[in-house]
T-cell receptor, first 114, second 114 residues
Framework: DAGVIQSPRHEVTEMGQEVTLRCKPI?????LFWYRQTMMRGLELLIY????????DSGMPEDRFSAKMPNASFSTLKIQPSEPRDSAVYFC????????????FGPGTRLTVL | AQSVTQLGSHVSVSEGALVLLRCNYS??????LFWYVQYPNQGLQLLLK??????LVKGINGFEAEFKKSETSFHLTKPSAHMSDAAEYFC????????????FGTGTSLTVIP
């Protein structure tokens, strides 16, 4: 298995631009999580899905952030408009009950907003 | 509600010395417990996990952890530190009734001194 795949690995954009981060979970996993990691705030859960349905989005910082999961093999996290304070590493993870909730993390997307 | 406390945000040990990273959890139901490691500029990688059964769990790279219910602890140890162990370590708890959601600790940065 290829593991969780995220793209792009690095993104540099200017303030005000739209940013879209992509994630492909491990096949067969029915949970998908989006996290943000910064030096100041550590690892934060933004939103998670079960069977493509958003379950808890209370961690989404504000309306500029949105996430979708149109099918079991693809999810996006969109920031529109982006701001410098959104600069962080964004991780996607997936899991399944059959693995006792163990989450498998992708390599992350390092976002820099200038 | 579930929560995780990692004592010591930074730990330094000499090469060859014992590594001890502390993790205490709070859970109203039997927990699943995890230790993840994050090397610089990489995603989180599972070190070991406790789900059921034997309370002493062995993981990769010589690490192990013991689930102590009476102390609500899941401390991570390694008998002899290696330079390659320098990384950020995260403890996490999940339960069967939290929808596969993880509650992560704030992380402990391990430095190994030659």
């Amino acid at each position: 298995d290829a593991g969780v795949i995220q793209s792009p690995r690095h993104e540099v954009t200017e303030m005000g631009q739209e940013v879209t981060l992509r994630c492909k979970p491990i096949s067969g996993h029915d949970y998908l999580f989006w996290y943000r990691q910064t030096m100041m705030r550590g690892l934060e859960l933004l939103i998670y899905f079960n069977n493509n349905v958003p379950i808890d989005d209370s961690g989404m910082p504000e309306d500029r952030f949105s996430a979708k999961m149109p099918n079991a093999s693809f999810s996006t996290l969109k920031i529109q408009p982006s701001e410098p304070r959104d600069s962080a590493v964004y991780f996607c993870a997936s899991s399944s009950w059959t693995h006792y909730n163990e989450q498998f993390f992708g390599p992350g997307t390092r976002l820099t907003v200038l | 509600a579930q929560s995780v406390t990692q004592l010591g945000s930074h730990v330094s040990v000499s090469e060859g010395a014992l590594v001890l990273l502390r993790c205490n959890y709070s859970s109203s139901v039997p927990p699943y417990l995890f230790w993840y490691v994050q090397y610089p500029n990489q995603g989180l990688q599972l070190l070991l996990k406790y789900t059921t059964g034997a309370t002493l769990v062995k993981g990769i790279n010589g690490f192990e952890a013991e689930f102590k219910k009476s102390e609500t602890s899941f401390h991570l140890t390694k008998p002899s530190a290696h330079m390659s162990d320098a990384a950020e370590y995260f403890c996490a708890v999940s339960t069967s009734n939290t929808g596969n959601q993880f509650y992560f600790g704030t992380g402990t940065s391990l430095t190994v001194i030659p």
